[in-house]
């Protein structure tokens, strides 16, 4: 086992060292600990082992300020969420104006393809009547 392994394997089962919140006593436990409920040795009350802030961190946080975090860290997500939900608010408003402005101006060109084929009809209809008043002419001459 190399020297690096070693250290990081050693730093894993550093032990989480508290005081009993109910009665004083210091507490030591295995890392692996963080977070479970135990019996305090000395009171015999169950006590929660704090939760290292990191791992490169050896400070420990008590049970309190984990719970100010958890709660900052809810409150953070409930603004996440309102904040999402504006967006996909705004998003589908946007989407409502692209669905109409295309609707409209599909609606345009429908319009503008009508107005053309009865230009066109129109059209057709002048170049048979100058053919056959070419063809009546034709004939009268
Ligand atoms: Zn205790």
Known sequence: MTDELQEAVEKEDVDINFDCPLCGKNISIDARGAGLMITCPDCQQKVQV???????????????????????????????DSRRERLVAELEAAQRRVVLLEKSATEQRERFEQISAELVMIQNALDRMVTLLQDAGVRDA
């Open 50 to 80: 704090p939760i290292p802030l990191a791992e490169d961190d050896a400070a420990v946080v008590p049970a309190d300020d984990a719970d100010v975090r958890v709660q900052a860290l809810q409150n953070a997500l409930a603004e996440a």
